[in-house]
């Protein structure tokens, strides 16, 4: 069995069938066959909902975050585990940049970004800067309520893969939680798996069918 990653990483988990009868209940050797085709067919309908798991999670994700695909490159991971898939995520958050990040110069009230596509968001006091090489979105050290001029800089974040699945919400400065994200991506995800393992499942089945 695979090695499963870091569980805090799990992003979600999708069961793809439950009990199985096996050899114990002393089956007619024509109910047995129907019944190991029956295993074939749900192990192989795993495997295929498994390979699309990935891409799946991708495409919602890009659909409600205005991020670009090279950004989750690698960041998604899928461990098969007995009846269930288990979609692991990075945990690293994406600099807020990324996400459509703008700054119209330093007499603008702050650069905006939009992490959810159809919501640009000003991000009061902050400013693109290049440090080493690395354009990002940067505030200066606060004071109270109030930036210190010429201060040491902080770099914002946006989500990471994880977040934007699991819609958990973090303040792009402090990394506190602040809510959720709206788009239910975690339950699109699912429904999408569902819908395509049932479909996997009747095919195979048919086939085995057919096949006797």
Same mark, same amino acid.
């Given at each position: ?30 109910? $047995?066959?129907? /019944?190991?085709? #029956?295993?074939?067919?749900? *192990?192989?309908? &795993?495997?295929?909902? @498994?390979? !699309? ?64 596509? $159809?919501?640009? /968001?000003?991000? #009061?006091?902050?400013?693109? *800067?290049?440090? &080493?090489?690395?354009? @990002?979105? !940067? ?74």
């Amino acid at each position: 069995m695979a090695r499963l990653p870091n569980r805090k990483g799990q992003a979600l988990k999708f069961f793809t069938n439950g009990k199985r009868a096996d050899d114990r209940y002393a089956l007619f050797e024509q109910v $047995g066959r129907i /019944v190991k085709q #029956t295993d074939v067919a749900a *192990r192989r309908a &795993q495997a295929s909902t @498994a390979r !699309r798991a990935v891409s799946f999670s991708r495409a919602e994700v890009l659909q409600n975050f205005n991020v670009r695909s090279a950004q989750l490159s690698g960041r998604y991971r899928v461990v098969q585990t007995g009846s269930s898939i288990r979609l692991f995520a990075s945990e690293r958050r994406i600099s807020l940049i990324a996400f459509g990040g703008r700054w119209a110069g330093k007499n603008s009230p702050g650069a905006t970004a939009e992490i959810e596509r $159809g919501s640009r /968001v000003t991000y #009061t006091g902050s400013f693109v *800067r290049t440090i &080493q090489g690395n354009r @990002a979105i !940067r505030v200066r050290a606060s004071r109270g309520a109030k930036r210190v001029h010429r201060g040491p800089v902080t770099m914002l974040y946006g989500p990471s893969p994880r977040d934007m699945i699991t819609g958990a919400r973090t303040d792009p400065e402090t990394r506190n939680p602040t809510g959720r994200y709206a788009g239910d991506v975690g339950d699109k995800i699912i429904r999408r798996l569902v819908v395509f393992h049932v479909s996997e499942l009747r095919r195979l089945y048919a086939l085995a069918d057919a096949r006797g």
